[in-house]
């Protein structure tokens, strides 16, 4: 089904040509069931995220309709502020329009070394995770958002690790009879890249969600609440095949040269081109949460 974007938004050119549907909210009748989706996009490199996030939500039976958000007093440095004023909203101009959200996404952010304090936007962050909690019927934290999600509404805390968690990690499916891993593998690959982590026992010391998925080397990748109103990531799943090749690239150029991306690079050779592994499930598991788990309810209104 097709997502519904603005016209003028870059992403939505990127994805056209990739042969996914795009279309205008007219197209539709008040009468015909739709997702909404709002994304706080909280990634530095805005518009290749968008594409990424874009392409999994159109795994959807249903049409989504998409809202990006921004927070109110966080100002990005990395999005010209003619993109951000142009298709980004604050969650309070979004509500004072009308809009109303079934889903929500929370992405990462290169802010792992710090205290939650210490990010500029965290009391904001807060109030958007309260209010998501009560209006959306799931919400689905990625990254640095999955740790942040999970101490502010489980008490676990982060972690912050000495060599950054980042490459391809296989993974084990622990749980098959969640709606969000229906017809997952026993086994798959998910790429991870970041410096904070949560305790296993801290999660299975805490009650009310269960550990679906993950690794002996990168962690617990996938974890949720009973009725999957919270989906905790701490992966970057939605990455494309080139975004851990331009993180390391970035890297060394900063004079970081210990973030090597772990069984990335065929050989572990950076002039090999790396290989796309971990699509299919990215997108089984986009399309299992829209479906399972949101689309239940729209269509119920």
Same mark, same amino acid.
């Given at each position: 089904?097709?997502?519904?974007?603005?016209?003028?938004?870059?992403a939505?050119h990127?994805?056209e040509?990739?042969?996914?549907?795009?279309?205008?909210?007219n197209?539709?009748?008040?009468?015909?069931?739709?997702?909404?989706v709002?994304?706080?996009?909280?990634m530095?490199?805005?518009?290749?995220?968008e594409?990424?996030?874009?392409?999994?939500?159109?795994?959807?039976?249903l049409?989504?309709?998409?809202?990006?958000?921004?927070?109110?007093s966080?100002?990005?440095?990395n999005?010209?502020?003619?993109?951000?004023?142009?298709?980004?909203?604050?969650?309070?101009?979004?509500?004072?329009?009308?809009k109303?959200?079934?889903g929500?996404?929370i992405?990462?952010?290169?802010?792992e070394?710090?205290?939650y304090?210490q990010?500029d936007?965290?009391?904001?962050?807060?109030?958007?995770i309260?209010?998501?909690?009560?209006h959306?019927?799931?919400t689905?934290?990625?990254?640095?958002?999955?740790?942040?999600?999970?101490f502010?509404?489980?008490?676990i805390?982060?972690?912050?690790?000495s060599?950054k968690?980042?490459?391809?990690?296989p993974?084990e499916?622990?749980i098959k009879? %969640?709606p =969000?891993?229906?017809?997952?593998?026993? /086994?798959?690959? *998910? +790429?991870?890249?970041?410096?904070?982590?949560?305790?296993e026992e801290?999660l299975l010391a805490a009650?009310?969600?269960?550990?679906?998925?993950g690794?002996d080397?990168?962690?617990?990748?996938?974890?949720?609440?009973?009725?999957?109103?919270?989906?905790y990531?701490t992966?970057?799943?939605?990455?494309?095949l080139?975004t851990?090749?331009n993180?390391y690239?970035r890297d060394?150029k900063?004079?970081?040269?210990?973030?090597?991306?772990?069984?990335y690079f065929?050989?572990?050779?950076p002039d090999?081109?790396p290989?796309l592994?971990w699509r299919?499930h990215? %997108?089984? =598991?986009?399309?299992n949460w829209l479906d /399972?788990v949101i *689309? +239940?309810?729209?269509?119920k209104?």
């Amino acid at each position: 089904m097709p997502l519904i974007l603005p016209e003028a938004l870059p992403a939505r050119h990127i994805l056209e040509a990739e042969g996914i549907f795009c279309a205008e909210k007219n197209m539709f009748s008040q009468a015909c069931p739709r997702i909404s989706v709002g994304i706080l996009n909280l990634m530095p490199t805005k518009e290749a995220t968008e594409a990424q996030l874009l392409r999994l939500l159109s795994a959807s039976a249903l049409p989504v309709e998409v809202t990006f958000l921004k927070m109110g007093s966080h100002v990005t440095k990395n999005a010209s502020a003619e993109h951000m004023s142009r298709f980004y909203v604050t969650l309070e101009q979004a509500l004072s329009s009308g809009k109303h959200f079934d889903g929500m996404v929370i992405t990462g952010a290169p802010v792992e070394k710090l205290d939650y304090p210490q990010v500029d936007y965290w009391n904001e962050l807060k109030e958007f995770i309260f209010w998501s909690n009560l209006h959306a019927r799931s919400t689905f934290y990625i990254c640095w958002a999955a740790l942040a999600g999970l101490f502010v509404n489980h008490g676990i805390e982060k972690v912050v690790l000495s060599n950054k968690i980042v490459g391809l990690f296989p993974h084990e499916t622990f749980i098959k009879s %969640s709606p =969000l891993t229906i017809s997952f593998d026993d /086994r798959f690959i *998910a +790429p991870h890249s970041r410096f904070g982590t949560v305790r296993e026992e801290d999660l299975l010391a805490a009650p009310g969600f269960d550990i679906l998925a993950g690794s002996d080397r990168a962690g617990s990748l996938l974890i949720a609440t009973k009725e999957c109103r919270q989906v905790y990531v701490t992966g970057h799943m939605e990455y494309d095949l080139d975004t851990l090749k331009n993180e390391y690239i970035r890297d060394l150029k900063k004079g970081i040269n210990d973030t090597f991306p772990i069984d990335y690079f065929p050989d572990n050779d950076p002039d090999n081109p790396p290989r796309l592994i971990w699509r299919s499930h990215a %997108s089984l =598991l986009w399309r299992n949460w829209l479906d /399972r788990v949101i *689309a +239940p309810s729209v269509v119920k209104k």
